[in-house]
T-cell receptor
């Protein structure tokens, strides 16, 4: 079945460091891909999305490119801030199963 | 417009009891999904409703059930609670079933003692 695999955390970075969180997926058809972020004590919020191959989603300095050839959707940010500390979830939807499938989540800690 | 509203935010129940959680989706959204989030298992899909019909169900025992009303509001029920049911239960709504992002509520934190 469809699945999402993302790198295990936690990831600990210093402020202004570069961030990459790897995400790969297995899906039939052509899913839409998403990154969600969960801040402490809150639900998930959509961070960015891409709906077709080679699309780049971007928001708040984060970006990810839908790579069909490598079935990947890696999350990147050039300079992280302490406020970026959260759990990040890669997800896919729209493959006919009518539900969003999430990766296990990657916790990010950013130190001042 | 108002976001997804889940009530209550926190709940403490005793083993063996039952519990009902409520979710009001964003106005106009017809698809509601429920997820269980625990530190050990991550985010696990419970079920999804669209137009009052359950369209998908995850791998949870029959103690977990849900329903959706004509106004798209949804409830989930857990009977005969077990300690392992302690988790954050998240509800998400979508405009339609396919290819649209999910909007999440803040969740209901259930503690079973």
């Amino acid at each position: 079945g469809d699945s999402v695999t993302q790198m295990e955390g936690p990831v600990t970075l210093s402020e202004e460091a570069c961030l990459t969180i790897n995400c790969t997926y297995t899906a039939t058809g052509y899913p839409s891909l998403f990154w969600y972020v969960q801040y402490p004590g809150e639900g998930l919020q959509l961070l960015l999305k891409a709906t077709k191959a080679d699309d780049k989603g971007s928001n708040k300095g984060f970006e990810a490119t839908y790579r069909k050839e490598t079935t990947s959707f890696h999350l990147e940010k050039g300079s992280v801030q302490v406020s970026d500390s959260a759990v990040y979830f890669c997800a896919l939807s729209g493959t006919g199963g009518f539900k969003t499938i999430f990766g296990a989540g990657t916790r990010l800690f950013v130190k001042a | 417009k108002a976001g997804v509203t889940q009530t209550p935010r926190y709940l403490i129940k005793t083993r063996g009891q039952q519990v009902t959680l409520s979710c009001s989706p964003i106005s106009g959204h017809r698809s509601v999904s429920w997820y269980q989030q625990t530190p050990g298992q991550g985010l696990q899909f419970l079920f999804e409703y669209f137009s009052e019909t359950q369209r998908n169900k995850g791998n949870f025992p029959g103690r977990f059930s849900g329903r959706q009303f004509s106004n798209s509001r949804s409830e989930m029920n857990v009977s005969t609670l077990e300690l392992g049911d302690s988790a954050l239960y998240l509800c998400a709504s979508s405009l339609t079933q396919e290819n649209t992002e999910a909007f999440f509520g803040q969740g209901t934190r259930l503690t079973v003692v």
